[in-house]
C-alpha cells in the first residue's frame, strides 16, 4: 500500500507510539508485507527466525520487536508488538469505509457493460468497456476489473486475505488493504472467490479462464491464458505463469511458482515449485511419470505379497 504523501520516520514512530533508530527524517512511502515490499516501504517481523529476511528485503523501514543493528539506508521502529502496531499504521492510512448502495458513488463502469440484479460494486470499483457481471456478483473496493470480461453468478471478488496471528486466547486479524486487478478477456465462472492483496495486488491475467468454485489466495499472480477447472484452491503469494493450465480440485500451497506451460493434473497437492512445460500429479505432487508409475507398482502390491506368503 502506497502513502499519499511521504512520512518520516520520527513522524510514523510517534504514530504508533514507539522508538525509532536512524535518521528523523527518513523517508517511508509505504506500507507492505514481506512477499511484496519495495524500497520506501515499512515491513513488521516479529520472530527471529525473520530477522535477517525483513532486514535485508527491500523494505527501507522495519518494524521489529528488538534492537539490531540499524543498516545503512534504513530505519527501525522499534515495538512491543509489530503486529499490532503494523494494523495500526495500517488503519490510520486505510480508514473504513462502507457504501451501503449497490453502486458506490466512486464506482466506475464502462461503456456497453451490463450489470444485472443483485450486484455489488464497492468503493473506487472500476469496471471495464463490454463486461457482463452475472447476478449477486459482489467486488470490494478498489479493485479493478479490464474490457470484455465476464463474470458469473455469486462470485466475490476482493475478500480479505486469509491472515491471521495466533495470540494465547484468540486470533488477530492482519487488516487488508490491497486490491484485485482483473485484467482484459477473462472469465471467471460461478461461486469463485478471489481474494485481495495484503497491501498489493492480486492479478488475474489477460485472457485467464477460471471454472466454477475456485478459490485464488491474497497477492497470487496468475499470468496470460491460464485454465483452472472447478474446484482448484491456490493459496496465497502464488506465482502462476502464462498458460498453466490446474485441473479439477487440484490444490496449491502458498508461495510457490507455476513457470510458463505447466500443467497441475485433477485432484493434485502442490507442495513445491514447478518448471516450465513440466506436468505434475499426485499428492504430493511430482512429474507426472515418474507419479502414475508409483501408482500402478501400489497396485502389484497385493500380489507380490500374496507371492511372499506362498
Known sequence: MKLKNPHTLKEIASLINCEFVGDENHSITGLNEIHMVEAGDIVFVDHPKYYDK????????????????????????????????????????????????PKSD????????????????????????????????????????????IIHANTVIGADAFYYKKRADKFDKMISSGSVRIEDNVEIGAMCTIDKGVSGETIIGTGTKLDNQVHIGHDTQIGKMCLMAAQ?????????????????QAGVRSDVVLGNGAVLLAQSGLGEDIAPGKTY??????????????????????????????
Request: hydrophobic residues 40%; proline residues 4%.
Open 281 to 310: 500429479f499426485g499428492s504430493p505432487a511430482g512429474e507426472a511419470r515418474g507419479k502414475m508409475k508409483e501408482v500402478a507398482a501400489l497396485k502389484m502390491l497385493p500380489d507380490l505379497l500374496a507371492k511372499l506368503r506362498e
Open 54 to 101: 525483513a532486514l535485508h528485503s527491500k523494505a527501507t523501514t522495519i518494524l521489529i520487536n528488538v534492537k539490531v543493528e540499524c543498516l545503512a539506508g534504513k530505519g527501525l521502529l522499534i515495538s512491543d508488538d509489530p503486529f499490532r502496531d503494523y494494523n495500526k499504521l495500517v488503519r490510520h492510512f486505510y480508514p473504513l469505509t462502507y457504501s451501503l448502495q
Open 106 to 149: 466512486t464506482a466506475k463502469v464502462g461503456e456497453n457493460t451490463v450489470i444485472m440484479p443483485g450486484v455489488y460494486l464497492g468503493n473506487n470499483v472500476t469496471v471495464g468497456n463490454n463486461c457482463v457481471l452475472h447476478p449477486n456478483v459482489v467486488i470490494y473496493d478498489d479493485c479493478h476489473i479490464g474490457n470484455n470480461v
Open 232 to 248: 482448484v484452491a491456490v493459496a496465497g503469494v502464488v506465482k502462476i505463469g502464462d498458460g498453466v493450465t490446474i485441473w479439477g
